[in-house]
C-alpha cells in the first residue's frame, strides 16, 4: 500500500513538474512538433525515477488491495507509460514490443483481473480522477490541460445523467404518460452536454491543446500488442443513449463493432450498463410497434414529440463535436505536419481520413441522416412521424 502511494505521490508532483517543464521547451520551439532530441536530461529522469518505482510495485506483487487501488495503480502505470510515449522515449512505429518491460508486465497483471485494457483510459482522469486538496491528476499543471479534462468531465456527466434518465422509461413502456416528462428531463441533460461542450469551444486554446494536451493520448504498446489511445468518449452513458433512441443497433456490424472495440477502455460498471442496454429494444421500435393502436391519442402523440426532441438534441451533440471540436482541434491544426507527424495525429491510430469519416458515420447515425452505406434510423424516424403527424 505504502509503496503505490508513494508511486502515486510521484506522479502527482515530479512527474507533473517534468512534463509541464517539457511542454514548455517544445512549446516556445518553433516546430513544436519535433520532440525528439529536446530536453533529453528530464525525458531521463522521468524514466528513470519511474522505473524504480515500478520494478518494486512488480516485485511486491500485491494486487489484493480492492478494486479502486488497482485501478488507480493500473492508472499511474498508463500514465508513465504515456508520457514516455508522447516524449518519444517510446514509439510503436519502431518497436516490435514496448521497451517498458515492467511497466508492461505491472500493467497486464493488474488489468487482467479488472477486465480493462492494460493502460490509462479516460476515466482514470475523468470519473475516477480523486482529487487531493482539490487538485486532480494529470499530465501536466497547464491550464488547457485542466480545462479540458473539467469539460469532458461535465460532458461524461450529462450524457450519463441522459442515459440514466433514458434507462428509466424501460420499465415504464413508451405509451405511459411519465415517459414524457424522463424524454423531457434527457433532453436538458443533452443541453448541458452542448452548453458545456460550447464553453470547451471558447476557452481551449487550439495550440496547447494540439501540442501539448493531445499529444499524451496517443497509441502505445504495452509488452507486444499495441493499444490504441485514450479518448473523452470511452464511457459507456452515449452509447446507451444511441441504443435506447434506437439510432444506432447493437445488431449493425458496423456499430457492434465499435461496441466490442470500445468495451475493455471502459471502466467495468459501465461495461455491464452497456451489456444490459444492449439487450433492450428501442424506444424507436417499441414507438413504431404501439402506433398502430396508440396514433390518435394525445399523450402517445405528447411522448413521440418528447421523444423526438430528444433524438435532435442527441444528434445535435454529435454535430458539434464532430464539426467543432474534431474540426478545429485536430483536422485543421494537423494540416500543418510535415507526412511522417501526420501519420500519428490520432488517439486511435488509424490515418486522419479514416478517422473523420468513421466519427462522420457516427455523427450521421446520430443525426437520422438518410445516407446510403450507413443503417440509419431515418426511415423508421420518418414512417413513427408519419403515424402520429409531426
Ligand atoms: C472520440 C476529438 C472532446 C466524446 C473522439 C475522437 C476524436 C475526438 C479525434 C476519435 C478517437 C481518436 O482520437 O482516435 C475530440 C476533441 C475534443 C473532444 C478534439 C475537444 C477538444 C470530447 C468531449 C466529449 C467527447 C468533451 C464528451 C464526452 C467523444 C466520444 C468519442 C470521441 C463519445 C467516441 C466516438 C463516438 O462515439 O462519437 N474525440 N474530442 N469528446 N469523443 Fe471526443
Known amino acids: ?43 531521463t529522469q522521468i524514466r528513470e525515477e519511474g522505473h524504480e518505482f515500478i520494478v518494486q510495485l512488480l516485485v511486491e506483487g500485491n494486487t489484493d488491495e480492492g478494486f479502486e487501488n488497482a485501478f488507480d495503480l493500473l492508472g499511474d502505470v498508463g500514465l508513465y507509460m504515456a508520457s514516455l510515449r508522447r516524449h518519444e522515449v517510446t514509439n510503436p512505429a519502431r518497436e516490435t514490443k514496448s521497451p517498458l518491460h515492467e511497466a508492461s508486465a505491472l500493467a497486464m497483471h493488474i488489468s487482467s483481473f479488472l477486465g480493462v485494457v492494460p493502460r490509462f483510459a479516460t476515466a482514470h482522469l475523468t470519473t475516477r480522477n480523486r482529487a487531493v486538496n ?17 469539460y469532458n468531465l461535465r460532458s461524461i456527466f450529462a450524457f450519463k445523467r441522459a442515459a440514466e434518465l433514458l434507462s428509466r422509461v424501460l420499465p415504464l413502456g413508451v405509451t405511459n404518460p411519465a415517459a414524457a416528462i424522463l424524454f423531457e428531463d434527457a433532453g436538458d441533460a443533452l443541453r448541458d452536454v452542448i452548453e458545456s461542450n460550447d464553453l ?18 496517443k497509441p502505445y504498446k504495452v509488452a507486444r500488442q499495441e493499444y490504441r489511445g485514450a479518448n473523452g468518449g470511452d464511457f459507456s452513458g452515449i452509447n446507451e443513449i444511441d441504443l435506447l433512441l434506437g439510432l444506432c443497433s447493437a445488431n449493425d456490424p458496423y456499430y457492434s463493432q465499435l461496441l466490442v472495440e470500445k468495451m475493455l477502455y471502459m471502466e467495468p460498471r459501465d461495461q455491464i450498463s452497456l451489456r444490459e442496454c444492449m ?15 396508440n396514433k390518435n391519442d394525445l399523450t402517445f402523440k405528447k411522448n413521440v414529440e418528447a421523444y423526438l426532441s430528444v433524438c435532435k438534441l442527441h444528434g445535435t451533440t454529435a454535430r458539434q463535436h464532430h464539426d467543432k471540436l474534431v474540426k478545429d482541434y485536430i483536422e485543421k491544426p494537423s494540416a500543418a505536419l510535415t507526412p511522417e507527424k501526420y501519420k500519428q495525429v490520432t488517439a486511435s491510430g488509424p490515418p486522419l481520413e479514416e478517422l473523420m469519416s468513421a466519427l462522420e458515420i457516427l455523427r450521421d447515425m446520430r443525426l437520422a441522416v438518410d445516407r446510403k452505406n450507413i443503417r440509419s434510423a431515418h426511415d423508421d424516424m420518418q414512417k413513427l412521424r408519419s403515424y402520429v403527424g409531426v
Open 1 to 43: 500500500m505504502t509503496l503505490s502511494k508513494d508511486y502515486e505521490h510521484w506522479i502527482r508532483t515530479s512527474f507533473v513538474e517534468m512534463n509541464t517543464a517539457l511542454e514548455e521547451i517544445y512549446f516556445a520551439r518553433e516546430a513544436r512538433e519535433n520532440v525528439e532530441g529536446i530536453g533529453d536530461e528530464i525525458k
Open 134 to 150: 482539490g487538485k486532480i491528476k494529470s499530465f501536466t499543471t497547464l491550464p488547457d490541460e485542466y480545462l479540458f479534462l473539467d
Open 200 to 217: 470547451l469551444f471558447k476557452k481551449l486554446d487550439r495550440d496547447r491543446f494540439f501540442y501539448c494536451v493531445r499529444p499524451y493520448y
Open 279 to 293: 439487450r433492450q429494444r428501442s424506444f424507436l421500435l417499441q414507438f413504431l410497434d404501439a402506433a398502430p393502436e
